[in-house]
């Protein structure tokens, strides 16, 4: 699994499946987080919108347009990087908007909007920490530092396998297996390593047991399996 690491960590967003799973999934996030879209557009349209704070409710339609674009894979990541931080940068701060000089309807209507608005960017949905994500996955600068990792990671396993072949003399040297060996010797048992056909030992099992019942199978192991 390391070495699978190793082979794709210093490659681009659209050939790395690290990054295309990290992408996958904050699309799948973002599904949910777009259905405020029409809502959002139905408040600002309304007649009881405060039309000083239109600005603010603005900024979020278009970032969560563009996101939607995103979505349904019209737009590459680093144009909708470049789209995002426009739109951060000409977003409006929230904190200088009051409710001061409102009517009652417009404070009501205004408020909503505020809860929708917190829902977006606090922990409930995250927008943020997607936005981030999508950032780390595309930025040269992230691409730059994978590769330094890589270095790394290859000293790394050159480390993992001169501590494992000296583990392994120590347990061969004292007649030992630990919990791993176990499982890989009995799979060596069971299944022929040439041909992947059943050894005579796992056909002699299968007829002597039908069914067998495995406890807890969700946490078993490829070897185990």
């Not at 405060?50 to 603010?56: E, F, G, S, T």
């Not at 404070?107 to 929708?116: F, G, L, N, W």
Request: with cysteine; charged share 30%.
């Amino acid at each position: 699994r390391l070495h699978d690491l190793i082979d794709v960590i210093d490659l681009p967003a659209d050939k790395n499946p690290w990054a295309q799973t990290i992408i996958n999934y904050n699309r799948l996030k973002l599904n949910s987080i777009l259905l405020y879209i029409p809502e959002l557009e139905e408040l600002k349209n309304g007649p009881q919108f405060p039309v000083k704070n239109l600005p603010a409710i603005e900024a979020d339609i278009v970032l969560l347009k563009d996101l939607a674009d995103f979505v349904q894979e019209n737009i590459s990541i680093p144009d909708l990087i470049d789209k995002i931080r426009m739109v951060m940068v000409a977003s409006p701060d929230m904190r200088k908007y009051s409710t001061r000089g409102l009517s009652e309807e417009e404070k009501t209507t205004y408020s909503i909007y505020k809860a929708i608005h917190s829902k977006l960017t606090g922990s409930s949905c995250n927008l943020q920490k997607i936005i981030d994500d999508l950032i780390t996955v595309s930025e040269p600068q992230s691409i730059r530092d994978n590769q330094h990792i890589k270095k790394q990671l290859l000293g790394l396993e050159v480390l993992i396998r001169e501590v494992g072949k000296c583990f392994t003399e120590i347990k061969v040297e004292n007649n030992q297996l630990d919990f791993s060996d176990l499982e890989h010797e009995a799979a060596r048992l069971l299944v022929d390593r040439d041909t992947g056909a059943p050894t005579w030992v796992a056909r002699e099992l299968s007829q002597r047991y039908h069914e067998i019942m495995v406890d807890e199978y969700q946490d078993t192991n490829a070897v185990q399996q």
